[in-house]
């Protein structure tokens, strides 16, 4: 079965950089697998940040950003602020009506 | 502002089935550009999609799950539902239902439920 994965965890510094990559076990991410990409805290639903590989979700900052870099999907935070801090789980689309998620990135800023 | 929810017993012993409902309001469950989804999420743990399906009942499941899942539809109620059999302690989580879109939408997960929490235990 196809394997998404994504970094563990990842810190980052208050208004810093951080790129969170999403790939396959086997294969390379492309725009076909109409990468998305959501936000959560905990107890919370997911949010929905970016889809379509780059297309920010309505009313996500521009802080945000979504590309393919290399062979895997990417969510790029540029500035990161403290509520940043969450989970980020990126899904790819399959074929045929079915998607796969990535494990999840745990992202700490401090 | 399309809103999901679901609904359905926390406790199920196991070996049972377990049955939960999602009911859409803001929009048709008919409509032809989307997929009706469930995924779920065990405590501290990731998501896991487990299946989908369209207005004309056409389903796809996770392949980890497709023998003991169901997904059903009820246009008229504005509803769609999950069963899954023979449930385990592995089964508890919390579930949410969401709205997916398809090719001309997007194929991401664009409305969610705010998820219920399901209890496998004795």
């Known amino acids: 079965q196809t394997v998404v994965t994504q970094e563990p965890s990842f810190s980052v510094s208050p208004g810093g950089t951080v790129t969170l990559t999403c790939g396959l076990s086997s294969g390379s991410v492309s725009t076909s697998y109409y990468p998305s990409w959501y936000q959560q805290t905990p107890g919370q639903a997911p949010r929905t940040l970016i889809y379509s590989t780059n297309t920010r979700s309505s009313g996500v900052p521009d802080r945000f950003s979504g590309s393919i870099l290399g062979n895997k999907a990417a969510l790029t935070i540029t500035g990161a602020q403290a509520d940043d801090e969450s989970d980020y789980y990126c899904?790819?689309?399959?074929?045929?009506?079915?998607?796969?998620f990535g494990g999840g990135t745990k992202l700490t800023v401090l | 502002q399309v809103q999901l929810q679901e609904s359905g017993p926390g406790l199920v012993k196991p070996s049972q089935t377990l049955s939960l409902t999602c009911t859409v309001s803001?929009?048709?469950?008919?409509?032809?550009?989307?997929?009706w989804s469930w995924i779920r999420q065990p405590a501290g743990k990731g998501l896991e999609w487990i299946g989908r399906i369209y207005t004309s009942g056409s389903t796809n499941y996770n392949p980890s799950l497709k023998s003991r899942v169901t997904i059903s539809v009820d246009t008229s109620k504005n509803q769609f539902s999950l069963k899954l059999s023979s449930v385990t302690a592995a089964d508890t989580a919390v579930y949410y239902c969401?709205?997916?879109?398809?090719?001309?939408?997007?194929?991401?997960?664009?409305?969610w439920g705010q998820g219920t929490l399901v209890t496998v235990s004795s």
């Open positions: 803001g929009g048709s469950i008919s409509s032809g550009s989307y997929y």
């Open positions: 969401a709205r997916v879109g398809r090719l001309t939408t997007g194929y991401y997960f664009d409305y």
């Open positions: 899904v790819l689309y399959m074929g045929s009506g079915s998607w796969v």
